[in-house]
Nanobody, 127 residues
């Protein structure tokens, strides 16, 4: 089992940047494929991006590709989401999620594939 705690959210102007972190505790962090999801008010949760166990593979939603970068530091048990060129439509609660995996491969895009979730951190982008 793993516990996940997100941090780094806040209020930023359009065009600005933020870096979210997701600190993991419990089982060995490197055994998990990790994903970032977000949920805007009144909308369904959506996949933002994911990273394989060793960081070899990353994948992104089309809406954030080229603006967001996912990384992980397995020695620090931490997942990151660096966000650039933020837009008002990026406003949402951002969640990190972990999926137990036996291989170093792409993270799934479906939230139902993940086993553990953090509590979320709010990101608000003002226009």
């Amino acid at each position: 089992q793993v516990q996940l705690v997100e941090s780094g959210g806040g209020l930023v102007q359009a065009g600005g940047s933020l870096r979210l972190s997701c600190a993991a505790s419990g089982r060995t962090f490197s055994t998990y494929v990790m994903g970032w999801f977000r949920q805007a008010s009144g909308k369904e949760r959506e996949f933002v991006g994911g990273i394989s166990r060793r960081g070899t593979y990353t994948n992104y939603a089309n809406s954030v590709r080229g603006r967001f970068t996912i990384s992980r530091d397995n020695a620090k048990n931490t997942l990151y989401l660096q966000m650039f060129s933020l837009k008002p439509e990026d406003t949402a609660v951002y969640y990190c999620a972990a999926k137990d995996s036996s291989s170093d491969y792409f993270a799934p895009r479906q939230g139902t594939d993940y086993d553990y979730w953090g509590q979320g951190t709010q990101v608000t982008v003002s226009s």
